[in-house]
């Protein structure tokens, strides 16, 4: 059905279903954790940011764990072309996934040190919605590598340009904002971090696409352009 | 049919071997004639054999092999096989969409897993509902597709006895209530029905209850206390003392209504934490104490049968004890005997009150919890209650995981029962 469960050897494929449903119970934590962090973020909900604050250590003990049974796979079971490529997608997905985490940290950690000072609603809302997009497409990129789908991995690729945009945008607002109250600086600076780990959420999740681009169709393509990417595979997973 | 197909294959062996022995005698090698003929026939038949063998394994690639006599009676009924067994495979499937189309067709999202938990099927509702796709993601693990951390780990512990209730993230975000049934041999049906218009209403009740008597205390404290401000103050005309000391009973009265409704807005909904560790003995001791400032004339006995004690909210089992007492003197008459027993029972634990007041007709047992529920209007009413005590006991023993019956005589008295479970004990390592 789609090229992951056909090998010849079943315990392999045992093994290997068992570490990929790993890395998407880790996947789907770090979605739960990036919804609070933001809505932490939104609301100056400090306990919810020290929630996320906490689970991390979870994060971080799912990354021991699938590292440990990818290194079994490869010692007991040899795997060779897809299904070495296999493993090594679950590796590189699965460092994303754990720095992805730390970033929510960082968020989260933002919204403990902010709650304190009255803040400016647009602000929030702006951060929110620049939260909502990369939940949108950490959402999609875990979906593709669940379903090992080569054309939504191309689509959500496609979609970090967006968010960096919307970075970049938000980014000269905030400039023009410390130009006209200095004194809002401290404040503006802490926002613009939460902001840059949300980017780099997006830009981990595009990685991780260009991971399963490779393990589908046995091209690297983590330096490629995504144009030639969409020229080469387009529509023909 | 068969005798015919044999006889004649057999007349045709014959007539092969007599032509093969004839040519072979006329040239003078009979036998070797005869043996080129079977020779010939068995190479005939192997023929034949490796063209069936082909038909079969790929009727589509190849065409059936022209055959005669027992040969092409074959074709005809391995034809007439296959096509009896299309003809049943389409029936079944018919009727397995038949069976399946009422699932299908439910509001709530269906699915079902096997042991492994693959999807194997889902309507349309779980698609919409899920993000996902009924046709290629059939085969799928569901948990992969679906990473709600809390569904994952309910899959994985395997244990369905409870609901379990779940926020999907997304645009709207949704409450969903999770079932699962298990068949065969670990394979799963998973039922998700949205909640969220279910449980905004019981929010909206609430913050409505809340509300309105947050909102009603204000303006009656004013009135409280300036009619003690005036009843206190002596200036009052002889006239108005009554009727100003009855409009203070009233307000007061509405007053503890009020207490009594914010009590039960803020009991509803959340479980008691399992932190608190309350000696129950103890507590029953100062409650009594207590009960015994209200009333002189009545008579208290503890009975701790055992020391255990619970976790739970000690604040709210007091309350609890307050409202059992108080109730146990309000209908005890002027005197009477009323204990506070504590042991252990079959599944748990045991609080009980027990008075000897004029008992409750069978018939007012089932309601008495419902709010204000009397059994007797007038003589309640009189004595000052607001018609809440037990809904608030009903709900704190809810909060506790713990249920109340009620067992009563007319004329020899009442018994409150509170059954706690095991699981609210705390055990005596601690």
Redesign the interface.
Known sequence: ?NGITDHTSSSFNADI?HV??SV??M???I??QL?KAITALRDSNIALAEEVVVNDAKVNRYDVTIDEGCTRIFALRAPAAGDLRLVQTVLRTTTDLERIGDEIKRVAKMAIKNSKGAADASLYNRVEHLGNSV?ATLNRA??AF??MDVNAAIEVAGEDKRIDQEYESMMRQLMTYMMEDPRSIPRILDIMWAARSLERIGDRCQNICEYIIYFVKGKDVRHTSLDSIRAEFGDDA | MMRNWVSEELTRLFWVLCTGGLMGWLLGYSLVGLFIAVVAYLAYVVNQLVLVNRWISQPKRHDIPAGFGLWGAVYTNVKRLKRRSKKRERYLKKRLAEYQAPALALPDAAIALNQRGEIRWMNGAAENLF?LNAK??V???F???V???QL?EYLKTADYAQDLQVIL?GVIEKTLLIRVATYGKGQLVLLAQDISARIRAEQSKRDFVANVSHELRTPLTVISGYLENMIDSGEIPESFERPLTLMEQQSLRMRHIIEDLLTLAKLDGAKADMDEVIDVPALCEKAISEARAISGEHEFKLAMLTQQKIYGDAKQIHMLLSNLLTNAIKYSGAEGLITISWQKEHLGYRLSVTDSGEGIAPQHLSRLTERFYRVDKDRSRDQGGTGLGLAIVDSILQQHDAHLTVESEIGVGSTFNCHFPESRGVSNNT
């Open positions: 059905m279903e990929r449903s998407l119970e996947g789907g934590l979605e739960s919804d939940k875990l979906d669940a379903r | 993000n290629t993601d085969g799928e693990n948990a992969n597709l990473r709600l951390p994952v993230p």
